[in-house]
């Protein structure tokens, strides 16, 4: 035994049994074996951009719903794909139309 209690196979080791694989095993992302990054998919565009017609409105909650989570979580601009200004106009939709009582703030909790 050395000083802090551990026998010298037993102490923790830091890496170096995983043999250079990443943390999380080698089911590997997309992009592991082809040499590149961490491999983001295609590029989401914003859908109000994109579609000039289309307009933020607190009143047309069906259209909102797509941008909250099931838990009621505002989804955030790099999962949604929204440019910042319509990501602002879509938070402020979304509170107002909650303020309104056309979307949950939470989802009910059934236990």
Not at 45 to 54: G, I, T
Not at 83 to 109: D, F, G, W
């Amino acid at each position: 035994m050395d000083g802090n209690g551990f026998k010298k196979d037993d102490r923790p080791r830091s890496g170096g049994s995983r043999e250079g694989r990443e943390r999380g095993g080698g089911g590997g992302g997309m992009g592991d074996e082809r040499g590149g990054g961490r491999g983001f998919g295609r590029r989401k565009v914003c859908r109000y951009c994109a579609d000039k017609s289309l307009k933020v409105d607190y009143k047309n909650a069906a259209e909102l719903k797509y941008f909250v989570t099931e838990r009621g979580k505002i989804v955030p601009r790099r999962i949604s794909g929204n440019c910042a200004r319509h990501q602002r106009e879509v938070a402020t939709a979304i509170k107002r139309s909650r303020n309104v009582a056309l979307l949950p703030y939470t989802v009910m909790q059934h236990t």
